[in-house]
């Protein structure tokens, strides 16, 4: 087993550095660029108070492993944390090499060049095109966060039935291919959608949405989890909920460097994205225990802490475009949005196990489309009045058009990576593995020691 595990990872490597090597012939002409705009000085305050914010998106990683550990069967808590945690090595790796320049080296409308390759290029003076106040390094270092945690979150939707080798590999694939070519759309200087004019503070599309839409794909492409109820009738709920609550805590706490750090600089900007972030999230996860409590006559710690992530999801790409009166509508909205999404995979029976697509997916769309409607110039000067503002359906068609192009993308690219991984190494493990439970079978430990 184990010399057919090297030899097809071995071909899905060489596959993966020959479509590199594609990308690199293809965009050489870009590495040739003309001279840039002179880069303004190091502002220490922007500079500490981003350092700051990548910490905390730093934490929101270990966060995301609490959240999702909580929800999952105690027999399988060390392999949800793990997937997690592994993103901080594998994403790192990817993003050092070739990830930050292809997501962010000059290159074409789709995608950057590897002229920043290893890093190359990326240090202590400032880039005139990406946060021009603080050390390239700072702005790299920052973004390398959002790139960690997005497949990470991905990782719900195939709980308790994927096998671990693959889904190292499948992170790997889906950062490059996927999500870097996203994040030059959104976030490049040249990015298509960036010259277009659609709005992302902080990760709307490039973030959520992908890994939503990508989450449904795999789940699907796994098929439903054995140990189903429908099946066997074994227990399914979450085995620790207070772990979840510790969980959605620390997302809580990073994602204001997640949302207010988008702002680049510590200012105004920031501090408005902050207050943006926090009204949402309580007003997400008051109004979803409030939709329990009149259909269920029971609000439930699960439900807030699902609201408030889904909450926090909304408001984050329009976090700095909108103002506290439109957050708090964006909560709103997104708590039925999700609640409801979520009683699809009962309806169409696909397993999203711990709520994925329902939360980051049809919750980032909400978000992307309702900076159409809620955006303000008197909050950012740098973007677009939306509809409910003056600016009429022309932010609106844009923000739908970002939408629809993430959604395309993240979902036939995460099917083409499925077909690959299917065929080479296989999606997920034997029956008798899922049964015992994957933290014995697949790294050899358990999270809890019982007494005898």
């Given at each position: 087993?184990?010399?057919?595990?090297?030899?097809?990872?071995?071909?899905?490597?060489?596959?993966?550095?020959?479509?590199?090597?594609?990308?690199?012939?293809?965009?050489?002409?870009?590495?040739?660029?003309?001279?840039?705009?002179?880069?303004?000085?190091?502002?220490?305050?922007?500079?500490?108070?981003?350092?700051?914010?990548?910490?905390?998106?730093?934490?929101?990683?270990?966060?995301?492993?609490?959240?999702?550990?909580?929800?999952?069967?105690?027999?399988?808590?060390l392999n949800m944390l793990m997937q997690s945690f592994v993103a901080l090595?594998?994403?790192?790796?990817?993003?050092?090499?070739?990830?930050?320049?292809?997501?962010?080296?000059?290159?074409?409308?789709?995608?950057?060049?590897?002229?920043?390759?290893?890093?190359?290029?990326?240090?202590?003076?400032?880039?005139?095109?990406?946060?021009?106040?603080?050390?390239?390094?700072?702005?790299?270092?920052?973004?390398?966060?959002?790139?960690?945690?997005?497949?990470?979150?991905?990782?719900?939707?195939?709980?308790?039935?994927?096998?671990?080798?693959?889904?190292?590999?499948?992170?790997?694939?889906?950062?490059?291919?996927?999500?870097?070519?996203?994040?030059?759309?959104?976030?490049?200087?040249?990015?298509?959608?960036?010259?277009?004019?659609?709005?992302?503070?902080?990760?709307?599309?490039?973030?959520?949405?992908?890994?939503?839409?990508?989450?449904?794909?795999?789940?699907?492409?796994?098929?439903?989890?054995?140990?189903?109820?429908?099946?066997?009738?074994?227990?399914?709920?979450?085995?620790?909920?207070?772990?979840?609550?510790?969980?959605?805590?620390?997302?809580?706490?990073?994602?204001?460097?997640?949302?207010?750090?988008?702002?680049?600089?510590?200012?105004?900007?920031?501090?408005s994205a902050f207050v943006a972030t926090h009204i949402a999230a309580s007003?997400?996860?008051?109004?979803?225990?409030?939709?329990?409590?009149?259909?269920?006559?029971?609000?439930?710690?699960?439900?807030?802490?699902?609201?408030?992530?889904?909450?926090?999801?909304?408001?984050?790409?329009?976090?700095?475009?909108?103002?506290?009166?439109?957050?708090?509508?964006?909560?709103?909205?997104?708590?039925?949005?999700?609640?409801?999404?979520?009683?699809?995979?009962?309806?169409?029976?696909?397993?999203?196990?711990?709520?994925?697509?329902?939360?980051?997916?049809?919750?980032?769309?909400?978000?992307?489309?309702?900076?159409?409607?809620?955006?303000?110039?008197?909050?950012?000067?740098?973007?677009?009045?939306?509809?409910?503002?003056?600016?009429?359906?022309?932010?609106?068609?844009?923000?739908?058009?970002?939408?629809?192009?993430?959604?395309?993308?993240?979902?036939?690219?995460?099917?083409?990576?499925?077909?690959?991984?299917?065929?080479?190494?296989?999606?997920?493990?034997?029956?008798?593995?899922?049964n015992i439970g994957l933290d014995l079978t697949q790294h050899g430990e358990?999270?809890?020691?019982?007494?005898?």
């Amino acid at each position: 087993m184990f010399h057919k595990f090297i030899k097809s990872s071995t071909q899905i490597a060489l596959t993966a550095a020959t479509t590199l090597l594609i990308i690199l012939l293809a965009n050489a002409n870009a590495c040739a660029q003309p001279p840039t705009p002179s880069s303004p000085a190091i502002n220490t305050g922007d500079t500490a108070w981003m350092l700051v914010a990548a910490a905390f998106v730093m934490l929101m990683t270990p966060g995301l492993a609490f959240f999702y550990g909580g929800m999952v069967r105690s027999k399988n808590v060390l392999n949800m944390l793990m997937q997690s945690f592994v993103a901080l090595g594998i994403v790192t790796f990817v993003w050092l090499l070739w990830g930050y320049s292809l997501a962010f080296a000059p290159g074409n409308p789709f995608i950057g060049s590897l002229q920043w390759f290893g890093l190359n290029h990326v240090g202590e003076t400032p880039s005139p095109y990406y946060a021009p106040t603080v050390p390239h390094q700072v702005y790299m270092i920052y973004q390398l966060m959002f790139a960690i945690i997005t497949p990470a979150l991905i990782s719900g939707a195939i709980a308790e039935r994927m096998k671990f080798s693959t889904y190292v590999v499948f992170i790997t694939l889906w950062s490059t291919f996927i999500y870097c070519p996203l994040a030059h759309w959104v976030w490049g200087h040249n990015g298509w959608l960036n010259s277009l004019g659609a709005l992302d503070f902080a990760g709307g599309t490039v973030v959520h949405i992908s890994s939503g839409v990508s989450a449904l794909v795999l789940a699907i492409a796994l098929g439903r989890r054995y140990t189903d109820t429908l099946h066997t009738g074994e227990e399914m709920r979450p085995h620790n909920l207070t772990m979840t609550l510790v969980g959605t805590a620390l997302l809580w706490f990073g994602w204001f460097g997640f949302n207010a750090g988008s702002a680049l600089a510590s200012g105004g900007l920031a501090s408005s994205a902050f207050v943006a972030t926090h009204i949402a999230a309580s007003i997400a996860g008051l109004t979803w225990i409030l939709i329990e409590w009149s259909i269920y006559k029971k609000p439930t710690a699960l439900g807030f802490a699902t609201g408030a992530v889904a909450g926090l999801v909304a408001i984050t790409p329009a976090s700095g475009y909108v103002g506290p009166i439109p957050a708090l509508l964006i909560g709103v909205g997104v708590a039925f949005i999700s609640f409801y999404a979520i009683k699809l995979k009962h309806r169409f029976h696909y397993d999203d196990a711990l709520d994925v697509f329902g939360v980051h997916g049809m919750g980032g769309i909400w978000g992307a489309l309702a900076t159409g409607l809620f955006a303000s110039v008197l909050v950012n000067g740098s973007g677009s009045n939306g509809l409910f503002y003056g600016g009429g359906l022309t932010l609106f068609i844009k923000q739908t058009i970002a939408v629809a192009s993430a959604v395309a993308y993240a979902a036939i690219g995460t099917w083409i990576l499925t077909k690959i991984l299917s065929a080479t190494m296989g999606l997920r493990v034997n029956v008798e593995d899922e049964n015992i439970g994957l933290d014995l079978t697949q790294h050899g430990e358990s999270a809890y020691v019982m007494a005898e």
